[in-house]
């Protein structure tokens, strides 16, 4: 179990995602929360390559925390993206942006990657989780009361699947809470991974 390989370990969560925290609580594991900069800036080549994007910032995340704490500690970082026609989609900076997203992903089934960076004692390991996600069709007027409700404006690919956004999902292939920004079980091979050996 996690929290047996976790309970005497100083852990900190380099995020404000509240999804990630209440997974993380959910699991019975004990940590502080730091918020991490990272440049999250997405460049041309990175649309060719999601994995690694998402395996950059989830690193420099992790890195700007671990700066600051002792090495002894467990720091857990993690970047999320909705990947589709070979673009990445981050967090929308307005809601133009949200309702352009929706209007994408409608009907059409995109991929969301989430990577996982963990530091300790001076090592680092990372780990990265693809799953698909079907959407239906979402008429114009669908878009714009999602968007009224907020919840787009702080979700990669402008939805939440645990929210509003649950109702425009006709099926997924691969890992839920992958697609809420934390693959548990990817998260628990790593941890494994790390204390086994």
């Known amino acids: 179990m996690l929290h047996n390989y976790l309970k005497n370990i100083s852990i900190v969560l380099a995020s404000q995602s509240p999804r990630r925290i209440e997974l993380l609580k959910m699991l019975d594991i004990k940590f502080l929360q730091k918020k991490s900069v990272a440049d999250e800036t997405i460049h041309a080549e990175d649309h060719q390559n999601p994995r690694q ?3 950059r910032i989830a690193s420099e995340k ?4 671990a700066d600051e704490m002792d090495r002894d500690c467990l720091i857990i970082a993690a970047d999320t993206i909705v990947y589709h026609e070979q673009q990445i989609l981050g967090k929308p900076i307005n809601e133009t942006a949200a309702l352009d997203y929706l ?9 969301v990657y989430t990577a996982i960076c ?3 004692k001076a090592m680092q390991y990372s780990v990265v989780e693809r ?3 079907t959407f239906k ?5 669908e878009i714009r009361d999602y968007i009224a409700t907020g919840e787009p404006m702080d979700k990669a690919g402008a939805y939440g699947i645990q ?3 649950s109702q425009f999902v006709k099926k997924i292939n691969g890992c839920y809470f992958n697609v809420m920004g934390f693959p548990i079980h990817k ?5 494994e991974k790390i204390f086994k050996g």
């Open 53 to 55: 994007y998402v395996c």
């Open 137 to 141: 069709k979402l008429t114009e007027q």
């Open 163 to 165: 929210g509003y956004g």
């Open 103 to 111: 209007s994408l992903l409608s009907g059409k089934t995109h991929a």
């Open 187 to 191: 998260f628990y091979q790593l941890i």
């Open 118 to 120: 963990i530091r300790y």
């Open 131 to 133: 799953t698909s996600v």
């Open 62 to 65: 992790c890195k700007n925390i």
